[in-house]
């Protein structure tokens, strides 16, 4: 602002007036830590574990734990067949875990996922095996299913206002019973040999060039979208990250997409189920973080009265996501049956479920509502299956194995509990 001089009624200098008037630009605190270099992203990072502001490393720090432990003691826990076959398991649990995090990210949970998996599945495998029906329009009506019965759960919930527990427990039992009168006095049937659900779980990418440029394309996705991201956050004036900094996050993903890409290669090849499942992880996290729907879901999650106000059609989102949780696990129950090799009236059972939510939340998404990632379905079901694997290669029973998965899923509830009030404590809940 420009300086006149001068002098008012009250002997006050007009230039002391300009220069009293002149707004003080606010700096935004994370300039401040970019600016400070290496120090200053210390500081950041004590301060953001004081306030219980974790993330994600508390799960990447478990993951190596795991792995050195049970390389130590099993000395085949890192062996190329294995951590592929690791890549194989997850992607059935892991694409229902996607679904429940868009669940849990309202402060919802929905119980009926492992039934509404084994149902998609049975329909799919009667349609196209008993029937003679064209397998892919077997899985895409299974699918379609899948989405009526979550809009069915949806619409019981935020419109007759029946708590999301109830319906999909009632769901959990009833779309299961539906599973087995579907299948019938079959009881099982195998997938049809080389189908499109035979491959699900059994096709390969051998050639290496997949893997790698799988890799490569992850890795320079990942620079542009951060590069152009941080162009337009200057343009607006607001704080973004500098490119060395992008740079260097760039390098570190490379060096894990490439080390992932080569021990595949060693293998049997990249995984197609393992394209998918990051596929719909990719896309999944971009519809949350990118999209005014995301948005939306956060803003449910975070208050329903605080959305309602803002303009939000809370129950019209609060469907959409039972929907997409639905379609999600037929997809994910399609996998499960590639695996198993069939359909039958027990598939989705057991710790199908239970792993599904487990995953989500030693992911990182919290349980209350509100905060959460796609990829906390990825970490998590990482966490879960090096476990399950780790401790069959030694020999473990099941009942042990459920007892430790357990006391993780606890850990991870405890610290999100601890993390909360915390970072209440500290004014950043």
Do not use: C
């Not at 390098?251 to 998918?276: E, I, K, M, S």
């Not at 998590?380 to 998965?405: E, F, K, P, W």
Request: net charge positive; no cysteine.
């Amino acid at each position: 602002m420009s300086k006149h001089t001068g002098t008012t009624t009250n002997g006050t200098t007009v230039s002391e007036i300009s220069d009293q008037a002149a707004p003080i630009p606010a700096v935004d605190p994370r300039l401040l830590v970019r600016e400070q270099g290496f120090a200053g992203y210390l500081g950041e990072f004590k301060r953001k574990l004081r306030s219980g502001d974790l993330g994600s490393i508390p799960v990447v720090l478990g993951l190596i734990l795991i792995a050195t432990i049970f390389q130590l003691i099993t000395g085949d826990f890192l062996t190329a067949g294995n951590l592929s076959n690791i890549t194989l398991y997850i992607a059935g649990p892991g694409l229902i875990s996607v679904g429940i995090v868009f669940v849990l990210l309202l402060g919802e949970i929905d119980l009926s996922l492992g039934s509404v998996a084994g149902v998609s599945a049975a329909l799919s495998a009667v349609l196209s095996i008993q029937h003679g029906l064209n397998e892919w329009l077997a899985m895409v009506l299974a699918v379609l299913a899948a989405l009526l019965i979550g809009a069915l759960h949806g619409f019981f919930f935020a419109k007759i206002g029946v708590p999301a527990f109830v319906v999909t427990l009632a769901g959990l039992l009833g779309w299961s019973g539906l599973q087995g009168a579907v299948m019938g006095n079959t009881g099982t049937l195998n997938n049809i040999p080389n189908g499109v659900i035979a491959n699900l779980d059994n096709y390969f990418f051998a050639d290496v060039a997949a893997a790698y440029g799988l890799a490569a394309v992850g890795v320079a996705g990942y620079l542009v979208a951060a590069l152009l991201g941080a162009r337009s956050r200057r343009q607006a004036g607001l704080p973004a990250r500098p490119v060395g900094e992008i740079v260097l996050r760039a390098v570190v993903l490379a060096v894990v997409a490439f080390g992932a890409a080569y021990t595949l290669n060693q293998d049997r090849g990249l995984p197609l189920a393992l394209v998918v499942f990051l596929g719909v992880v990719v896309v999944t996290d971009f519809v949350l973080r990118r999209t005014s729907y995301g948005r939306k879901v956060f803003a449910v999650g975070g208050g329903v009265e605080a959305a309602r106000r803002a303009g939000i059609n809370v129950a019209r989102v609060r469907i959409s996501v039972f929907m997409i949780s639905a379609g999600l696990a037929a997809v994910g129950g399609l996998f499960i049956a590639s695996q198993a090799g069939f359909a039958d009236k027990q598939l989705g059972s057991g710790n199908v479920l239970m792993n599904s939510i487990a995953a989500a939340v030693i992911g990182g998404t919290s349980l209350f509502g509100g905060r959460g990632k796609t990829w906390s379905a990825l970490l998590g079901m990482l966490v879960i299956q090096s476990i399950v694997t780790g401790l069959d290669l030694q020999g473990i029973s099941q009942s042990v194995q459920y007892m430790i998965t357990g006391a993780v899923l606890l850990a991870a509830v405890v610290l999100d509990s601890v993390s909360r009030r915390t970072q209440k404590s500290s004014g950043r809940g």
